[in-house]
């Protein structure tokens, strides 16, 4: 697998860095180079970013991946490469080919299994699967690669469950990386403040330390009780404490919130 970003690399270098040369191809090239093309052979290369490919780009890619050959600078022999090709943008390739930034044939090259990877929101349920996965590698970099994996509790996954993510998963793995770096081996609500403070219309600063924890117990508490439609066992099961806990909670929230500041949440947990 080799993954390139495609803007990394500038025009005046590109078939260099993609077809590659040979030694004395040109002042400094003291020796032979495969390129990206002829590194990915036998496996895939990852083209990022493909729409910010330029136009010349995009005429110097389109032939090699149409016929799965290039020509090394400084070299007439033609080098045959057996890949799969797979790339990635955020944007509309194809609102792109009708402004002219996208060629039709280079589109139409690029465009043969389309894969629409829908926004994290839109797919909730991978959420504590990458959880799992993000706090094992961010463990493991943190903190060695024998330290036992932290592990996020019921109140903090219900917040990161039903948090918008406009970051998608990024976001969530920078969250991860943060709450890693900066807690304990058990992950909690309160781990996950810059999470809650980026919520639409929630009050953003700092507060106290108790203000945190209390903001982070209403949202962990509401995200729990929507999770589970409004029941109480289910919520103090998912947020691992007893039902009297919870609504000993509920209360203690309800009476905070009896003199909300200006933008808090509304009363009636």
């Not at 090709?85 to 280079?106: Q, Y």
């Not at 799992?132 to 970099?141: C, M």
């Not at 691992?240 to 933008?263: F, K, M």
Request: with cysteine.
């Amino acid at each position: 697998f080799h993954p390139v970003v495609v803007t990394a690399t500038p025009e005046t270098l590109f078939e260099s860095e993609f077809y590659g040369h040979s030694r004395g191809a040109f002042t400094g090239a003291d020796q032979e180079k495969l390129g990206h093309f002829g590194y990915a052979n036998g496996g895939s290369l990852f083209l990022d970013e493909i729409a910010e490919a330029t136009g010349e780009m995009q005429v110097k890619l389109l032939r090699p991946l149409e016929e799965r050959c290039v020509y090394r600078l400084g070299d007439r022999r033609r080098l045959n490469f057996d890949i799969r090709v797979t790339s990635a943008t955020h944007r509309d390739m194809k609102a792109l080919m009708a402004e002219g930034k996208i060629r039709e044939d280079f589109y139409y090259r690029m465009h043969v299994i389309p894969i629409h990877l829908p926004a994290l929101r839109d797919r909730r349920d991978d959420i504590p699967i990458l959880t799992d996965e993000f706090l094992r590698v961010h463990t493991a970099r943190e903190r060695g690669a024998g330290a036992p994996v932290c592990q996020a509790d019921a109140a903090a996954l219900a917040i990161l469950c039903n948090h918008s993510w406009p970051g998608n998963v990024r976001e969530l793995n920078h969250a991860i990386e943060r709450a890693v770096a900066m807690g304990g081996n058990r992950i909690g609500a309160s781990d996950f403040q810059e999470v809650l403070a980026s919520e639409p219309g929630r009050p953003v600063g700092p507060g106290t330390l108790r203000q945190q924890r209390k903001s982070c117990d209403r949202k962990a508490v509401e995200a729990a009780l929507q999770a589970c439609g409004g029941r109480c066992n289910e919520a103090a099961a998912l947020l691992d404490i007893s039902v009297s806990a919870l609504r000993a909670l509920r209360a203690r929230l309800n009476r905070i919130q009896e003199r909300p500041p200006a933008g808090d949440l509304p009363a009636g947990l």
